[in-house]
């Protein structure tokens, strides 16, 4: 029966992603928000996309209270999320799509945490026991990039694979927060690339997989930030990854083992956690590595991964120099 779910879950998710390339999301109402960050005039600012791929309006130069990164906004909290909020239907302060350059949601968070093995297809496909407990790795703030920016393929790995995520921002500061007051510390979701070199991650180093993880270049996060107002129910999303337009990962969130609140107050246990850190919830199933044969990135690849109600990141795929 779990392996009849499996392939009806992958024929749904197959048509989301012939489909999904072609919607808009537009704002339906002032309090929910696609936050992003770009440059405009070589400056780096903040501000409100109005709908999935279109003009933004330019929060940092339209009031002085806000600043030019979003961990810095975050860090102001609900005061400052609900004054960006009186901006969202302004006709003032807006600069059209083509005239800045998309950067990441986030740069630089104090942490990336990452749940692995946290789909239950995933773990399906690998023939692997659902953990008890979530398993827990790290990944550099280093290793962000925009959509847009390549895929850096590192000379010492022949083994580079995609992983589409759902990523949780968080809003506020908190340690031991217990699981029923979790999503009060979400500021919103993007989309995340867990890029993996999988010979680092499970044959080198002692198999332990930061380094596998961590590359440069190997965490593409975005095109926004969406409010947690606007995706009232993460677990049922449907999430994809294409290579070179052809569907590689297709899933739903519903396929998630530990929820977005479980995985919030078990790390909190062990960690504080900071305005913009990104918790990255896992990937489904259609990884490179368990495909027979193996499948791996190679040099001129396209890469989108997407994530309903939120949008989608593309990168080409290149060899270091």
């Given at each position: 029966m779990l392996r009849q779910t499996f392939f009806a879950s992958r024929r749904?998710?197959?048509?989301?992603?012939?489909?999904?390339?072609?919607?808009?999301?537009?704002?339906?109402?002032?309090?929910?928000?696609?936050?992003?960050?770009?440059?405009?005039?070589?400056?780096?600012?903040?501000?409100?996309?109005?709908?999935?791929?279109?003009?933004?309006?330019?929060?940092?130069?339209?009031?002085?209270?806000?600043?030019?990164?979003?961990?810095?906004?975050?860090?102001?909290?609900?005061?400052?999320?609900?004054?960006?909020?009186?901006?969202?239907?302004?006709?003032?302060?807006?600069?059209?799509?083509?005239?800045?350059?998309?950067?990441?949601?986030?740069?630089?968070?104090?942490?990336?945490?990452?749940?692995?093995?946290?789909?239950?297809?995933?773990?399906?496909?690998?023939?692997?026991?659902?953990?008890?407990?979530?398993?827990?790795?790290?990944?550099?703030?280093?290793?962000?990039?925009?959509?847009?920016?390549?895929?850096?393929?590192p000379k010492i790995s022949d083994s580079v694979d995609w992983e589409v995520e759902l990523a949780v921002v968080i809003g506020k500061r908190g340690k031991n927060i217990e699981e029923s007051e979790a999503m009060d510390y979400v500021a919103g979701y993007t989309v995340a690339h867990d890029v993996s070199a999988r010979d680092w991650q499970m044959q080198k180093n002692g198999k332990q997989w930061l380094l596998g993880k961590t590359f440069d270049t190997f965490c593409p996060l975005g095109p926004v930030i969406v409010t947690k107002d606007a995706l009232p129910n993460p677990h049922k999303l449907a999430l994809c990854c294409l290579v070179n337009n052809f569907p590689m990962q297709d899933s739903s969130t519903d396929q998630l083992i530990f929820k977005t609140e479980e995985i919030i107050a078990w790390v909190s246990q062990f960690s504080t956690l900071e305005p913009g850190d990104l918790i990255l919830t896992g990937t489904p199933p259609g990884v490179g590595v368990f495909r027979k044969p193996p499948v791996y990135m190679k040099p001129g690849d396209v890469i989108t991964c997407e994530v309903e109600g939120i949008g989608r990141i593309t990168n080409t795929v290149v060899a270091e120099e």
């Amino acid at each position: 029966m779990l392996r009849q779910t499996f392939f009806a879950s992958r024929r749904v998710c197959y048509a989301f992603c012939k489909v999904f390339g072609n919607r808009e999301f537009s704002i339906s109402a002032t309090n929910k928000m696609r936050l992003l960050q770009f440059k405009y005039q070589d400056k780096q600012k903040v501000g409100i996309e109005l709908k999935d791929g279109g003009d933004v309006i330019n929060l940092t130069d339209a009031d002085p209270q806000f600043p030019d990164n979003m961990v810095a906004f975050l860090e102001k909290g609900e005061s400052l999320l609900n004054a960006a909020r009186k901006y969202s239907g302004a006709q003032s302060h807006i600069i059209t799509r083509s005239e800045i350059k998309l950067l990441s949601p986030v740069t630089r968070p104090d942490k990336i945490i990452c749940v692995g093995m946290n789909y239950k297809d995933h773990c399906l496909e690998q023939n692997a026991p659902i953990p008890e407990e979530p398993i827990i790795f790290s990944k550099f703030p280093s290793c962000i990039i925009a959509s847009g920016d390549p895929i850096v393929l590192p000379k010492i790995s022949d083994s580079v694979d995609w992983e589409v995520e759902l990523a949780v921002v968080i809003g506020k500061r908190g340690k031991n927060i217990e699981e029923s007051e979790a999503m009060d510390y979400v500021a919103g979701y993007t989309v995340a690339h867990d890029v993996s070199a999988r010979d680092w991650q499970m044959q080198k180093n002692g198999k332990q997989w930061l380094l596998g993880k961590t590359f440069d270049t190997f965490c593409p996060l975005g095109p926004v930030i969406v409010t947690k107002d606007a995706l009232p129910n993460p677990h049922k999303l449907a999430l994809c990854c294409l290579v070179n337009n052809f569907p590689m990962q297709d899933s739903s969130t519903d396929q998630l083992i530990f929820k977005t609140e479980e995985i919030i107050a078990w790390v909190s246990q062990f960690s504080t956690l900071e305005p913009g850190d990104l918790i990255l919830t896992g990937t489904p199933p259609g990884v490179g590595v368990f495909r027979k044969p193996p499948v791996y990135m190679k040099p001129g690849d396209v890469i989108t991964c997407e994530v309903e109600g939120i949008g989608r990141i593309t990168n080409t795929v290149v060899a270091e120099e």
